[in-house]
């Protein structure tokens, strides 16, 4: 999720640089990729060559590209919520910040990328990095991972192993690409192994962000209602099609969940972003702190970068399944 920014405006992003550019781009191009294409929401992608300077306009994002050895093609990263995992810690340390919040045009066109990549398509518009369309009528193709995207074919878990499957095959580490979702669906296994044991009914809000006293909770489409089915339980909000929608205090109760996942953005720096915080209000208020689930406790806390598509999203999916263990509900 990314909260709002400065202009910029779009004459300046379409003043970018593409001289690096390794690629063109259609929208809703028919028929099979040709070899060297990746699609993204609509989009086919052809490479010519394996981009060489990358730019990730978030941590997710960063942290995926890390895990499939592609730090070396780099040429910036943007948006850090948090420390990055301590595994690309070194990797990530050698990576131009070309903002610590969300990048805008003008440091992104002196980046002169090849590539662009997102997990969210909210940060290709015109005030922002600028839109696809503008970037890629440069050169410059751009990426919006697959779990922001959803067509109805796959569940947000095998989206993020599409994500693998695409970034590796444009930047020519596909080997790493399968091994890492191998990996990956061995841990989803195991997870699913647990939930069959757990008691059913069990209903879970989780809260992701608050911002100006309105929280925003996971909705269908992102991962926290995947790990949700994943792990035998039911997402409270579940119903509304969107990843991060906005709700109120008064909705979370309503709902009335077993138990509240607060995800902790405690680097990120901006009021109410820690755990603590949230669950703060939560007692405070004077509806949701009647809630038996604030009121006796029945709260997990989670990274909140890692409910977010990225390679950290297993281990958010097993922390949930600790945590629903450690209340009781194992």
């Not at 209000?281 to 806390?301: C, E, F, Q, T, Y």
């Given at each position: ?225 995947e790990m949700s089915r994943i792990s035998g339980v039911t997402n409270v909000f579940d119903d509304i099609d969107q990843e991060w929608p906005e709700v109120s205090w008064e909705a979370i109760a309503d709902r009335a969940p077993d138990v509240v996942v607060i995800g902790d953005l405690s680097e990120r720096g901006n009021p109410g ?58």
């Open positions: 999720m990314a909260f709002p920014v400065r202009l910029a405006t779009a004459s300046v992003v379409m003043a970018l640089v593409a001289g690096c550019a390794t690629g063109t781009s259609d929208q809703g191009a028919p028929g099979a990729a040709a070899p060297g294409a990746i699609e993204s929401c609509g989009k086919r992608s052809t490479f010519a060559a394996a981009p060489s300077r990358v730019v990730a306009l978030d941590q997710s994002s960063t942290e995926t590209l890390l895990a499939l050895g592609a730090g070396a093609k780099m040429a910036g990263t943007a948006n850090l919520k948090t420390k990055v995992s301590p595994e690309h810690a070194a990797e990530y340390a050698k990576i131009p910040v070309l903002s610590p919040k969300v990048l805008t045009a003008e440091p992104l066109r002196a980046a002169n990328p090849d590539f662009v990549t997102a997990s969210f398509k909210e940060l290709f518009t015109a005030d922002r990095a600028g839109t696809r369309d503008e970037l890629e009528a440069l050169g410059v193709p751009t990426y919006v991972s697959a779990v922001n995207c959803p067509d109805g074919t796959a569940d947000a878990f095998e989206r993020l192993f599409r994500d693998y499957e695409n970034l590796g095959k444009a930047l020519g580490v596909a080997d790493r690409a399968g091994e890492l979702a191998t990996a990956q669906r061995a841990l989803l296994a195991e997870a699913r192994g647990k939930a069959a044991k757990r008691p059913q009914g069990l209903k879970v809000a989780w809260v992701y962000s608050v911002f100006k006293d309105v929280p925003y909770v996971a909705g269908r489409t992102g991962m926290p209602s972003d820690t755990a603590d915080e949230k669950l703060a209000m939560m007692r405070a208020h004077p509806v949701l702190s009647n809630l038996p689930a604030v009121r006796d406790g029945k709260i997990i806390k989670l990274p909140g970068i890692e409910l977010d598509a990225s390679v950290r999203t297993v281990n958010a999916l097993r922390a949930f399944g600790s945590g629903l263990d450690a209340l009781g509900h194992g």
